[in-house]
């Protein structure tokens, strides 16, 4: 097969698992296990050893409010050091205190390279962040320094929503080559992760709204059901005993041995 041939199917099968990855954000209604599989299907298409996912935190409509606008730790991988952190299932993310967004003279923090990325809008594509001038990385370099990893290319990519606002941010660490060298990401990497975060900002906004409107939707019914019991004072919080009625029935049905019971074990 010719250098042409393999480099286009190798495209193909680029683009067609970007394409699962897509339909499985979309289907995914688990919030830990969303953002754990952002991450694992950045890194996968891309070749990096290890990443992170950073979420906005401010005073939007998608998030809660803090003094000063921030970057938190969700979602924390790397494969070398056998670190997993926020996942579902994994330990969560304490060790690490937020990015500030902001300095303290309420100017932009440009030092960072996930805060510009995130405060720019626009991907950093770092070869080398030992031979990097442009950014403070004295952090990575202690990380570094005390875990024995070289922390050397960095993609960096924001998240953002139909209107622009960025809601999270991706950084990906280490490319690995087909020798498992560490290299830098290519402009094909670049391509990829930034399709993937379009799809990934999306998926994640589509969580909060649904959450949203379930959070409304009951808020609805108790105002509802507080309404109809504050009517009458001879059927008052009928609606509220109804459901604890309802479930010491099917606790009970659940117990019994009665045949008839039976299927609602």
Known sequence: MSNSSAEGDASYQQIKRLNQIGIALSSQRDKRQLLSLILTSARELTGAEAGTLYIRETSTLYMRETDVPSLRFDIVQNDRLNINLGGRDQSPVDNFPPIPLLTEDGKPNDKMVVAWSVNNNRTVNIPDAYAHEGFDFSGTRAFDQRTGYRSCSFL??????????????????????????????????????????????????????????????????RVIATAIDSKSPHTGNHCRRVPDATLMLAEAASRSNHPALSILK
């Open 156 to 221: 960096t990519v924001p998240l953002s929503d139909h209107d622009g606002h960025v809601i999270a941010a991706l950084q990906l660490i280490n490319k690995l080559n087909d020798k498992g060298k560490i290299s830098a990401f290519t402009q094909k990497d670049q391509e990829l992760a930034e399709s993937l975060a379009s799809q990934a900002a999306m998926a994640i906004i589509n969580q909060r709204l649904i959450n949203e409107m379930k959070t409304l939707f009951d808020s609805f019914t």
